[in-house]
């Protein structure tokens, strides 16, 4: 079965502050309803939290905002009927909340992954997700690091297999990789 324009699956990958979440946002504001789903948790980093506050300033208000750590896969089923498109941002904490959430456990780690790609392949909504390109970047001196690269790396790999377009974004500008640009946005 051929998706439509209007439900879709598009990754847009890129390294810290190439412009990929603005892009994402931009891809998004063409839906009148969108739901905005937020990984990041509340913390005592005031860094993150600086940058939260910073994001959800950028946001257009009447999106409807659901902050969802782990179970992606069930937000996408639960917004089905509530939006026209839906950005996740991002699946690189995305990561990070699943292995600080199973630690070792990898079967569950990987039925977040899975339950993640399986609504993607279901939904009738756009779905764009944002997430960082971790493969670029030198080796992590450390195991978790490397652990974490892994697991980033993988969720990627099956996102991207799901999606009809996959963009990664370099100095602000968009890169197709899969699929073709949305609308000569650049």
């Known amino acids: 079965m051929q998706k439509n324009q209007a439900n879709s699956v598009i990754l847009v990958l890129g390294g810290v502050r190439s412009g990929k979440s603005r892009y994402a946002q931009q891809?998004?504001?063409?839906?009148?309803?969108?739901?905005?789903?937020?990984?990041?948790?509340?913390?005592?980093?005031?860094?993150?939290?600086?940058?939260?506050?910073?994001?959800?300033?950028?946001?257009?208000?009447?999106?409807?905002?659901v902050e969802e750590p782990v179970a992606l896969g069930r937000v996408i089923k639960a917004s089905e009927d509530k939006c026209d498109a839906i950005l996740i941002d991002c699946l690189t904490l995305f990561g990070a909340n699943l292995m600080e959430a199973f630690s070792r456990d990898t079967t569950g780690l990987e039925a977040c992954v899975e339950d993640l790609c399986g609504a993607l392949k279901a939904t009738s909504r756009k779905v764009i997700l944002v997430s960082n390109e971790v493969g670029?970047?030198?080796?992590?001196?450390?195991?978790?690091?490397?652990?974490?690269?892994?697991?980033?790396?993988?969720?990627?790999?099956?996102?991207?297999?799901v999606a009809d377009t996959v963009v990664l974004m370099v100095a602000g500008l968009p890169l197709p990789i899969k699929g073709s640009l949305e609308g000569g946005h650049r």
Not at 152 to 158: A, K, P, S, T
């Open 27 to 65: 891809l998004a504001e063409q839906f009148g309803r969108v739901t905005f789903v937020a990984t990041a948790e509340r913390r005592e980093d005031e860094e993150m939290h600086r940058k939260i506050e910073r994001h959800r300033a950028d946001r257009p208000a009447h999106w409807t905002t």
């Open 136 to 161: 670029s970047g030198v080796v992590p001196a450390y195991a978790l690091g490397r652990r974490f690269r892994d697991v980033v790396g993988e969720i990627n790999q099956r996102v991207a297999a």
